[in-house]
């Protein structure tokens, strides 16, 4: 029998959806998000929360290394660092491993796949 032969027939006997994709959608209700200087995150985000994020935030860079650029021109928005922003990670955990689960299941991927 051919490798090529050989593989073909393994992976015929795969059982799995035929999906390599898949699409979910949830409530950011339970994504609570605190900037440090603007506080809870509300949404949708209101004008005036917006202006005071970006207002928290720093021009952000492009390029690499000695050609970093801070150029509005080119890239006209805003970073704020990580140390700025807080999750409440265990209430969104409560949403979001569910939906983790979903998309494992969704994908055929086993159960405990990260």
């Known amino acids: 029998m051919s490798t090529l032969r050989d593989i073909s027939e393994l992976l015929a006997r795969i059982e799995a959806p035929d999906a390599f994709a898949t699409r979910r959608?949830?409530?950011?209700?339970?994504?609570?998000?605190?900037?440090?200087g603007v506080g809870?995150?509300?949404?949708?985000?209101?004008?005036?929360?917006?202006?005071?994020?970006c207002a928290a935030g720093r021009p952000a860079r492009?390029?690499?290394?000695?050609?970093?650029?801070?150029?509005?021109?080119?890239r006209d928005t805003f970073e704020i660092p990580k140390t700025r922003v807080r999750i409440d990670e265990r209430r969104w955990r409560?949403?979001?491993?569910?939906?983790?689960d979903r998309v494992r299941r969704d994908l055929g991927l086993l159960?405990?796949?990260?």
């Open 25 to 36: 959608t949830t409530s950011a209700d339970d994504l609570h998000l605190e900037v440090k």
């Open 40 to 53: 809870r995150i509300r949404w949708p985000i209101s004008r005036t929360t917006a202006r005071r994020v």
């Open 62 to 74: 492009f390029g690499l290394k000695e050609q970093t650029r801070f150029d509005p021109r080119v």
């Open 94 to 100: 409560n949403t979001f491993r569910p939906m983790l």
């Open 111 to 114: 159960d405990g796949t990260p």
